[in-house]
T-cell receptor, first 114, second 114 residues
């Protein structure tokens, strides 16, 4: 049973528009959430994170929103650029035991069309 | 990625043969992880290490073993490779058990079991 779910395997957006990637989780012990970006033939790289004590974190063009009651987070990219085309993984961790290790979603392939 | 290298980058092996993948880091980080990436599953934790000779199982540890005799090296062994172990394997490192910036990943090893 996947504890972190990304229900959209792919997303296409036009350059300059907003990209919204979604992620849902089921484990209420998760208290820290991260987004990673992955290009082909490379390892995932950290993009942005958010603690459960916050509902929004912004870093340049990237903003992550957290809705704890819905166990849902989203990544907004504005404006989207062709270089943003990659697979985006949502990840979560908790504070104790095995939950401290990062649990990843299945990823969303974002394609930004020029 | 800087400070973490995986070898080999690509390997083709036959069913039933043993295979060892190596992860080497120069960051002196305490924690090391092995993940596998498969379509529809994202990244799943195989084993992790929290110090020299200290290892534990992850979500998909069956058929895999690990060893860490030095801080800088974390080895993943498939004792008898099966076709279901065809995957891309990623090593990751972190300084803390629950780092604010997640893990740093290597570039991956693509393993094909024929």
């Amino acid at each position: 049973d996947q504890q972190v779910k990304q229900n959209s395997p792919s997303l296409s957006v036009q350059e300059g528009r907003i990209s919204i990637l979604n992620c849902d989780y089921t484990n209420s012990m998760f208290d820290y959430f991260l987004w990673y970006k992955k290009y082909p033939a490379e390892g995932p790289t950290f993009l942005i994170s958010i603690s459960s004590i916050k509902d929004k974190n912004e870093d340049g063009r990237f903003t992550v929103f957290l809705n704890k009651s819905a166990k849902h987070l989203s990544l907004h990219i504005v404006p989207s650029q062709p270089g943003d085309s990659a697979v985006y993984f949502c990840a979560a961790s908790g504070s104790s035991g095995s939950a401290r290790q990062l649990t990843f979603g299945s990823g969303t392939q974002l394609t930004v069309l020029p | 990625d800087a400070g973490i290298t995986q070898s080999p980058r690509h390997k083709v092996t036959e069913t039933g043969t043993p295979v060892t993948l190596r992860c080497h880091q120069t960051e002196n980080h305490r924690y090391m992880y092995w993940y596998r990436q498969d379509p529809g599953h994202g990244l799943r934790l195989i084993h992790y290490s929290y110090g020299v000779k200290d290892t534990d199982k992850g979500e998909v540890s069956d058929g895999y073993s690990v060893s860490r005799s030095k801080t800088e090296d974390f080895l993943l062994t498939l004792e008898s490779a099966t076709s279901s172990q065809t995957s891309v394997y990623f090593c990751a490192i972190s300084e803390q058990a629950k780092p604010n910036y997640g893990y740093t990943f290597g570039s991956g090893t693509r393993l094909t079991v024929v």
